[in-house]
């Protein structure tokens, strides 16, 4: 499943690494959390490197994974620990958890479109932007 090598691209830590699973023209739509859409690789590599600047420890368990014709999806958890802030997140120096799922339409063994969801609410605790 090109999901697999997704997860294993994350846990390189190498946001050219992640991006290169998706299509030229891939979509990483971030639909939770200020919603973000990365149109291209090269938006998807800036993006996701922002993510792992903010968490450079940053892994992604996988938690299930299923797949229906061009349809993967995969349920994970990302843990690290927040060393610089993401958009309006702040740096906490604490290490945080955050439990989401993805889903990609795939084409020609490449991630045509990722639709990611995650607990918003987790994220800002964790950040200390919810008593």
């Known amino acids: 499943m090109v999901i697999d090598e997704l997860a294993a691209a994350w846990n390189s830590r ?5 991006a ?3 299509s030229e023209d891939g979509v990483r739509d971030e639909i939770a959390f200020a919603h973000r859409r990365l149109e ?10 922002e993510i792992i ?3 450079p420890d940053c892994t992604l368990e996988v938690r299930s994974r299923t797949a229906d014709g061009d349809r993967e999806v995969l349920e994970w958890t990302f843990r690290g620990t927040s ?4 958009g309006q997140l702040p740096a906490t120096g604490q290490p945080g958890e955050l439990r989401g799922v993805s889903v990609c339409v795939v084409r ?10 995650w607990d918003t609410a987790t ?3 964790a950040a200390g932007m919810l008593g």
């Open 14 to 18: 190498d946001a050219k690494k992640v």
């Open 20 to 22: 290169a699973v998706f």
């Open 40 to 49: 291209g690789r090269a938006a998807i590599t800036v993006g996701v490197g």
């Open 53 to 55: 600047t903010a968490w």
């Open 83 to 86: 060393t610089a802030p993401f």
């Open 108 to 117: 020609d063994g490449r991630v045509r479109e990722e639709r990611v969801y």
């Open 123 to 125: 994220l800002m605790a």
